[in-house]
């Protein structure tokens, strides 16, 4: 099942799974802290097999397009998978840089 959330209402831990869905440049120039780069053309049904079923897997982008295409690909390949979109992406991280009490760092 794929549900959204706004980046900014994400709570991180060490346990969850976040995909940065963008190309390893982007990605390279600033992503959020946790994340970690899987570009769209890199998910496959091997890859979802290493993962336990249980851990929903939470996409993101720039700004939503390419967690969309993931967050569908990854439905197509896996439908007992839960899916969450990150909308507003590292743009909307950016956004918030630097106000207090924002808890998500571009890194």
């Known amino acids: 099942m794929i549900k959204e959330i706004p980046v900014t209402e994400l709570s991180v831990n060490k346990n969850i799974i976040i995909w940065d869905v963008r190309d390893a440049k982007a990605y390279a120039e600033g992503h959020i802290q946790g994340a970690k780069n899987q570009p769209l053309e890199t998910i496959n049904a091997e890859l979802l097999a290493t993962l336990s079923i249980t851990q929903p897997i939470y996409v993101l982008c720039g700004g939503g397009t390419k967690a969309g295409k993931a967050a569908n ?30 808890r998500l760092k571009i890194i």
């Open 73 to 102: 690909l990854i439905a197509s390949l896996d439908s007992q998978r839960d899916i969450v979109i990150l909308t507003g992406g590292t743009r909307a991280v950016r956004g918030r840089q630097g106000r207090q009490g924002w």
